[in-house]
């Protein structure tokens, strides 16, 4: 079955940086890209970026662009999320989810990652 | 960056009523629209795509329409897991961008 399971929680202090991984299984990785997507705490779905698995193009958010790099291990089926000079205000849940058919909606999501940015 | 607009931002109903969700594009999107729930506490779920299929698994109670810029999501006869706030989602350009949530609560 597909499956997408995303590194556990981490607790960043403002201006770190930090990487979010998410491994998948149960499907032909380079067949499917992977969004990334963003939920504040209380808050909506916020769509970050995607990325090809199987040429590397990514296509982002502007709000995100310059900020964050999302990176992929074909021999490892897994997708990397980094996100630099973190603020208070990205502290968020943050989800992979895999696209149902070329940069479409996404079918199957991760557990998600709570990132804290605190002092 | 197209503006999803959902409404109601919160919906009280009881189990058996029929409601509908709408949601308003800014600007045309064809078919590239999508429906999610989310319960609390876990990552969303995919229920409808293309405006009107139903993602596998999704009951029949659940049915999508419109094209465009107008977009329903009507659920007929409630059942108590259908309870959970539910996101509207274009894919048609960059940036995606989702609506800002509809929860449906219990009456």
């Known amino acids: 079955q597909v499956q997408l399971v995303q590194s556990g929680a981490e607790v960043k202090k403002p201006g770190a940086s930090v990487k979010v991984s998410c491994k998948t299984s149960g499907y032909i990785f380079t067949d499917h890209g992977l969004h990334w997507i963003r939920q504040a705490p209380g808050q909506g779905l916020e769509w970050m970026g995607w990325?090809?698995?199987?040429?590397?193009?990514?296509k982002w958010s502007e709000k995100f662009q310059g900020r964050t790099t999302i990176t992929r291990d074909t021999s490892a089926a897994t997708v990397y999320m980094e996100l630099s000079s973190l603020r208070s205000d990205d502290t968020a849940v943050f989800y992979c989810?895999?696209?149902?058919?070329?940069?479409?909606?996404?079918?199957?999501w991760g557990q998600g990652t709570l990132v804290t940015v605190s002092s | 960056d197209i503006q999803m607009t959902q409404s109601p931002s919160s919906l009280s109903a009881s189990v058996g009523d029929r409601i509908t969700i709408t949601c308003r594009a800014s600007?045309?999107?064809?078919?590239?629209f999508h429906w999610y729930q989310q319960k609390p506490g876990k990552a969303p779920e995919l229920l409808i795509y293309a405006a009107s299929t139903r993602q596998s698994g999704v009951p029949s109670r659940f049915s999508g329409s419109g094209s465009g810029t107008d977009f329903t999501l009507t659920i007929t006869s409630l059942q108590p897991e259908d309870f959970a706030t539910y996101y509207c989602?274009?894919?048609?350009?960059?940036?995606?961008?989702f609506g800002q949530g509809t929860k449906l609560e219990i009456k």
């Open positions: 989602q274009q894919t048609y350009t960059t940036p995606q961008t």
């Open positions: 989810a895999r696209d149902r058919e070329f940069y479409g909606p996404a079918d199957y």
């Open positions: 600007q045309s999107i064809s078919n590239y």
């Open positions: 990325i090809n698995t199987a040429n590397g193009h990514t």
